[in-house]
């Protein structure tokens, strides 16, 4: 050390000048362009976009847009970055190509922020009245590059990813007129009013940039839409896409249950906060599915068969109402932290325990009450979210509050141990702390009282509005201090916002019912399998697989993780005979008698093992049983209101 010192020293002595001082180290390199921070001010000028939706071969979409300017110089145009409804950065950039911008007709350059890659910076040349923008989007082809939005029969049309707009001000104070080639012959659905048709291309009225970011749409080949408030001043309508035309053909009661969901939902909440409302119903295999909430309208892509084999298809059943619901719970009252000005301002998900928990809540019970699912399917359901919820060690290290951070941190990519790291837990195990909240209501007041009068109170204000109503927790606290007096904030800091380790099963018990297994499973439990085409291991040895025999889920500390096992290994034999599933289950059954392990040929790569899952409880199941004696709040929870 000393004589590398003094070879250095001895260095310096002979350096010129420039060498003497000691470097100051890196400095700051300098900022890109300034982009305007939005102000809550009107941008002067009518915005126009249209898209031709035609390419049906190569799934392109083609945009036109006009931005209307009033001086020349510098100017930020911005993509949208952050998606309401996905409470995170998803915009989907990487399929934005081709984007040239014009004025008076002449190309001029763009520049991308380097630090805000959804911003744009052009300089608008001197006398330009207006700045023309084109781009393609690319969108998937393949259905690893992303959700398939369109087919030969239909297609999924968002707004907010096929259009620009000018930086500096709310979303709120520019208008915007859209317009769209559809296919010749396809029904076109959204929440937007149609301003007529001109040469192939359907003209929709002005709206903010908020409201077209909000009113996505839908086309189909096969189409239909069936009235679900029939007569009513606000038209409600299942605007229904499908596949192949057989598979639009609702029977009467399936369409009377669709109704009733609108009735339960005007019961529940004394309000609506829309002038008409269209869900966006979309039934194929070919397209990809969706849940997305909007204030008007909500997109909802499930099963192709959801009318034509109702019985087998419960577990997709509680989609509309929940996607409706948010129509109060989260587009209408909103999480003040979540609200933004423009969608390429952060948003923060702190409440999202109650935009999407309670949001679960209702939708199941709505499901219930409305007749979508059976009491008994709402119970079997319920069954399996509190098992989810009981197995899920990764409470014990994290709290609920701290997943409203996965749609940033996770982006719904899979993950190896999704028990122990957690994921968007507050749908779900939100939903069982509000079941835990109602059932102390009810138990407090004598059943006088429920989350129903909660959900009233705090949803049903400013009734016609769909101007969003911001909230915080403290708001949250008080309503619920106003349907009964407690302490909620050390109830939701508990259950929400800190680690709790205890499974949140206390709704269940005080509903009257608790969570048990058996060797059967519900029905409900097995449509949830076919639906995810799984088989669901994870109560016994602790294994979800794939019908084609990959592990795809192991269950933290659970039989098949002590035995190694993780995703990507593929079954190929159960105690030396090749794989099948029901042999497995059978041999899991037996194991039972016995005390030799379970032993299976396991395929990872080019490495073969055999792994011995020493495990003897059978098959297990959830379910829920009434504990008699107790008074049954569930069933009086899934009931129709009258
Ligand atoms: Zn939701």
Redesign the pocket.
């Known amino acids: 050390m000393k004589s590398a010192l003094f070879a250095c020293a001895a260095a310096l002595l002979v350096s010129s000048a420039a060498f003497a001082q000691p470097s100051p180290g890196p400095q700051p390199y300098p900022m890109p362009p300034k982009t305007d921070a939005p102000q809550d001010t009107a941008y002067p000028g009518l915005l126009k976009v249209q898209v031709d939706a035609t390419d049906l071969e190569r799934h392109i979409f083609r945009v036109h847009e006009t931005i209307p300017v009033a001086r020349s110089g510098p100017m930020t145009i911005l993509y949208p970055q952050w998606l309401p409804?996905n409470h995170g950065p998803s915009g989907p950039l990487k399929t934005v190509g081709g984007i040239a911008f014009h004025a008076g007709g002449k190309q001029i350059p763009w520049m991308r922020d380097p630090v805000d890659v959804f911003a744009f910076h052009i300089d608008v040349p001197a006398g330009a009245t207006s700045v023309d923008v084109d781009f393609d989007l690319l969108s998937a082809v393949a259905g690893d590059e992303g959700r398939i939005v369109m087919t030969p029969e239909m297609m999924s049309l968002q707004w907010i990813s096929l259009a620009m707009y000018p930086a500096g001000h709310y979303t709120r104070r520019i208008e915007i007129e859209p317009s769209v080639r559809f296919p010749e012959g396809w029904t076109p659905f959204s929440a937007l009013e149609s301003a007529g048709v001109e040469g192939g291309v359907t003209r929709y009225k002005p709206v903010t940039f908020e409201t077209l970011a909000d009113s996505p749409m839908i086309a189909g080949r096969y189409a239909r839409r069936i009235e679900l408030d029939p007569g009513a001043s606000v038209p409600v309508g299942l605007d229904v896409i499908a596949d192949r035309p057989e598979l639009l053909d609702a029977t009467a009661p399936q369409i009377e249950i669709h109704r009733q969901l609108v009735q339960q939902a005007y019961k529940l909440y004394g309000s609506h906060h829309y002038n008409h409302y269209d869900f966006l119903f979309s039934l194929s295999d070919r397209m990809g599915g969706s849940?997305l909430?909007h204030h008007r309208s909500s997109e909802d892509g499930t099963v192709p068969d959801y009318f034509t084999a109702w019985n087998k298809n419960a577990a997709a059943r509680d989609l509309l109402a929940?996607?409706y619901t948010?129509s109060w719970n989260?587009k209408f009252r909103r999480p003040a932290d979540l609200w933004t000005p423009n969608f390429n301002v952060p948003m923060r998900g702190s409440l999202l325990w109650v935009?999407?928990g309670q949001?679960?809540y209702w939708?199941f019970v709505l499901s219930g009450r409305s007749g979508l699912l059976s009491k008994q399917e709402a119970l079997d359901a319920l069954a399996a979210t509190a098992a989810t919820y009981a197995y899920r060690v990764g409470r014990e290290w994290r709290s609920v509050e701290d997943t409203t951070n996965d749609p940033i941190i996770a982006s719904r990519r899979p993950q190896p141990w999704m028990s122990f790291q957690r994921s968007e837990d507050y749908?779900s195990e939100g939903q069982l702390v509000w079941l835990d909240a109602d059932t102390l209501i009810r138990e407090k007041s004598g059943g006088k009282r429920s989350l129903d009068d909660f959900a009233k109170g705090f949803f049903g204000v400013e009734n016609g509005s769909w101007t969003p109503v911001t909230y915080t927790f403290d708001d949250v606290v008080a309503a619920l201090n106003k349907v009964e007096p407690y302490d909620w904030a050390k109830f939701l800091n508990e259950r929400i916002n800190q680690v709790a380790p205890k499974p949140p099963l206390d709704g269940l018990a005080r509903g009257g019912w608790k969570l048990i297994y058996t060797d059967t499973p519900t029905d409900y439990f097995k449509s949830a399998e076919a639906r995810r085409k799984q088989t669901d291991l994870t109560y016994s040895i602790g294994l979800m697989i794939s019908r084609e025999a990959d592990i795809t889920g192991v269950q933290w500390d659970g039989p098949a993780f002590k035995a190694g096992l993780t995703i990507g290994g593929k079954i190929l034999a159960v105690n030396g005979i090749a794989y099948d599933v029901d042999r497995l289950k059978d041999t899991i059954a037996e194991a039972r008698k016995g005390r030799d392990p379970i032993m299976l040929l396991v395929k990872k790569g080019d490495h073969f093992s055999t792994v011995a899952i020493d495990y003897h409880g059978g098959l297990r199941y959830p379910r829920l049983e009434r504990i008699e004696g107790t008074p049954d709040l569930l069933s009086a929870i899934y009931a129709p209101k009258k």
Do not use: R, S, W
């Open positions: 409804g849940g909430e929940h996607e948010h989260g935009y999407e949001t679960q939708g749908y």
